[in-house]
């Protein structure tokens, strides 16, 4: 069964915290994506990585760096947390191609305080 | 001007119902056209996908693509209780690499009554 895993489901934190959301996956994709998600703006992109070491700004990069120094690891890091920070972070990892399947994680509702 | 526009709903119907959920989209780019169901406190799953124009039937579900009109369209015929969900259209263009990087919709919440 695939499977996308991020670290927390539930995360509160203080403004200016430096925070690290963690997403490992088991399907030896080359692909994973950072989103966020809030109410009427579906999900926007954030970071993507399309192997080791390797990224990419998405939509809304500012505030936001991530990290990947395996496969199968992609981490998100909230430089100084700041509550517009608030939202639903999904990660998702797809296989390389034209278009392929993308499978997402469970989610984290980071809250900034 | 979004992307990608999909009216947020809530879209409320009666269970048996046909439910029909929407998006516009601006960039002629894209090629390949989804939809995601996403329930309460998960993660979106892929419901169903399309390439280019046309059609594609899965059971209950029926997607539309008419690419001259940048408009895309999800069918649910016999809706039941458990596909109350957000539905989420999703759509990409050949980018090499990066080829499925995926650009979203809003999402519609639907609930279908008992």
């Known amino acids: 069964d695939v499977k996308v895993t991020q670290s927390s489901r539930y995360l509160v934190k203080r403004t200016g915290e430096k925070v690290f959301l963690e997403c490992v996956q088991d399907m030896d994709h080359e692909n994973m994506f950072w989103y966020r998600q809030d109410p009427g703006l579906g999900l926007r992109l954030i970071y993507f990585?399309?192997?080791?070491?390797?990224?990419e700004k998405g939509d809304i990069p500012e505030g936001y760096s991530v990290s990947r120094e395996k496969k199968e690891r992609f981490s998100l890091i909230l430089e100084s947390a700041s509550t517009n920070q608030t939202s639903m972070y999904l990660c998702?990892?797809?296989?390389?191609?034209?278009?392929?399947?993308?499978?997402f994680g469970q989610g984290t509702r980071l809250t900034v305080v | 001007q979004k992307e990608v526009e999909q009216d947020p709903g809530p879209l409320s119907v009666p269970e048996g119902a046909i439910v029909s959920l929407n998006c516009t989209y601006s960039?002629?780019?894209?090629?390949?056209f989804m939809w995601y169901r996403q329930y309460s406190r998960k993660g979106p799953e892929l419901l169903m996908y399309?390439?280019?124009?046309g059609n594609k039937e899965d059971g209950r579900f029926t997607a539309q693509v008419d690419k001259s009109s940048k408009y895309i369209s999800l069918f649910i015929r016999d809706s039941q209780p458990s596909d109350s969900a957000t539905y989420l259209c999703?759509?990409?263009?050949?980018?090499?690499?990066?080829?499925?990087?995926?650009?979203f919709g809003g999402g519609t919440r639907l609930m279908v009554k008992p």
């Open positions: 999703a759509m990409s263009g050949a980018l090499g690499n990066a080829g499925n990087m995926l650009t």
């Open positions: 990585s399309y192997d080791v070491k390797m990224k």
């Open positions: 960039n002629s780019a894209f090629q390949y």
């Open positions: 399309t390439y280019s124009s």
């Open positions: 998702a990892s797809s296989s390389q191609g034209l278009w392929t399947e993308a499978f």
